[in-house]
């Protein structure tokens, strides 16, 4: 439940939410301006508009909800929840998210106007609501965040920064590396199937460009000439200050093991033959990730709430739908296996490389 995209600051959220939303139309199909009540708790209600609105603005890249008790029970809990904690915001937070909101519609409109006139307009006509309902879910989401987000105190932050490197000693990584990918399938191919070579075509091609890197060859000339990487061959093939968790599995081994300095000898990945370089390693500081350990923290003490606190007030859906579902299991929690993962600011996870 709620989580937050990782490494987003708050001022992006809401432009990856826009980005990743409007690539998909609303399908809802629900009359404009439905004030049908779907749901009550102590103090308030939601009504179908609300939950429309809601689903088409954070949630329509996850297809259409009218079909799916489950998803109706997620999306009005998490709006509940939302409506409730915004609501015990003290009034600065609430103005200072309330400016936040703006900034952060102001980015949107400017970046996809700069793509085409009039485009930003289009997008909120394909999602089906105005740059109001855009701003009032938007402050309502940054709201929630900003308030809890200021309750994590420095101690949680070092404590669960010290319990994460214990359990892996590399989840705070930074590296820097140079590589140069053979690959199998053709990078052009959208579908990812068209053969580019054969294995063995492969190998003898990573195994050309070790010999040339042996005698001397320049690292960032032959990246130009034989990576099939178009990400990194033209910068010299490299990638630099990311986490090594976001790579292919036998790519992050070799990140994060290899000596600094030196190339290493030819691999494998999902992808083809690497030979890789790593010029820097580090291991971020407390202070360096701390704004990510808050988030994370604080989108913890949401998803307790609608597990510990939700059920307390009387939540009830009354969508004919999905009360059976809710009332078979009050206390469930939003996080559940069969919905999708969500944020104060929803937001797909990036995709690694």
Known sequence: MFQILKNARLPKAALAVMLGAALIVSGCGKKEGDK??????TGGEITQTELTQFHSIFFSQYGDMAGSPEMQEYLLKQLATLKIM?????DDTKKEAEKEAKDQIKQMEEYYNSQEKGAFDKQLETLKVTKKDLEKYVTLSTTVLKDTSG???DDQIKSNYDAKLKEDPHVYDLASVAHIL???????????????RTKEEALTRINEVK?????????AALAKEYSDDPGSKDKEGKYENQNPSVWDPAFKEAAIT??????????????????LRVDKREVQSVDAVKEDIRTEI??????????????????????????????????ASAGAAASPAASTSPAASPAAK
């Not at 053979?182 to 580019?196: F, M, R, S, Y």
């Not at 597990?307 to 009354?318: A, H, R, S, V, Y």
């Open 151 to 153: 309750k994590v105190t």
């Open 298 to 331: 604080a989108d913890k003490m949401i998803g307790d709430f609608i597990t510990n606190d939700l059920p307390k007030l009387e939540f009830k859906i009354t969508l004919p739908a999905a009360s059976a579902s809710a009332a078979a299991s009050p206390a």
């Open 211 to 219: 010999a040339k890197l042996a005698s001397g060859g320049d690292f």
């Open 258 to 275: 290899q000596p600094v300095g030196q190339v290493g000898q030819p691999f494998e990945s999902s992808f083809g033959y690497h030979i």
């Open 182 to 196: 053979v690959a199998l399938k053709d990078p052009n191919d959208a579908t990812g199937t068209k053969e580019l």
């Open 86 to 90: 915004a609501g015990k915001a003290s």
């Open 36 to 41: 049908t009540v779907v749901a009550t708790y």
